[in-house]
C-alpha cells in the first residue's frame, strides 16, 4: 500500500476524522478527538528509513509490537511517541497491503475500545461492532 493507498483506507474508518495539527504533510487521523494514526507522505528523518519513503505511526498491543519489530524491518518503534505502544510503518512496499490493513483495523480499536461510555454509545448505535473493534486482538 502506498500513502495514498493508505489515506483511504483511514478515512474509511468510522467516524475517522482527518487533521493536520503539526503541518500541511502530517496527517492525523482520529475518532471521537484521539489520534489512531499519524502518516506522513516522506520520511521522518530515521536511519532505519534511508530510502525517505512514507511512514505512518499506528497504536500497537506492547506484545503484538515488539513481535511486529522482531519479524518485519519495515516495523519500528514509533518516531516520536511513546515506543511501548506504538509502531511506525515505513511504507516502502515491503510490508502485504492485508498485513497494513490488519495493524490500521487493530489502531482503530484499540483507540475505539477505550473512548468513554458516552463518546463510544452514539458510534455503537451507528456501527456493527465488528466494524468498530475489527482487529481488537491482534491475531484476528
Not at 468510522?14 to 500541511?24: G, M, Q, R, T, V
Not at 510490508?95 to 490488519?102: A, Q
Not at 477505550?114 to 468498530?132: D, G, N, S, V, W
Not at 473493534?133 to 491482534?138: V, W
Request: proline share 7%; glycine share 2%; aromatic share 10%.
Amino acid at each position: 500500500m502506498n500513502f495514498e493507498q493508505c489515506c483511504q483506507y483511514l478515512a474509511s474508518k468510522p467516524e475517522a476524522k482527518l487533521s493536520f495539527p503539526f503541518d500541511e504533510h502530517v496527517h492525523v487521523y482520529k475518532v471521537c478527538n484521539k489520534m489512531f494514526a499519524l502518516i506522513s507522505p516522506t520520511s521522518m528523518t530515521t536511519q532505519n528509513n534511508p530510502r525517505k519513503a512514507a511512514q505512518m505511526n499506528l497504536k500497537c498491543d506492547p506484545v503484538h509490537a515488539q513481535e511486529l519489530r522482531d519479524v518485519f524491518d519495515a516495523v519500528i518503534p514509533g518516531y516520536h511517541m511513546n515506543k511501548k505502544h506504538w509502531n511506525t510503518l515505513v511504507l516502502d512496499g515491503s510490508l502485504p497491503g492485508s498485513e497494513i490493513t490488519r495493524l490500521i483495523d487493530h489502531s482503530y480499536a484499540l483507540v475505539a475500545s477505550k473512548l468513554t461510555r458516552a463518546q463510544k454509545q452514539p458510534l455503537e448505535l451507528r456501527y456493527p461492532e465488528t466494524q468498530l473493534y475489527k482487529g481488537l486482538k491482534p491475531f484476528e
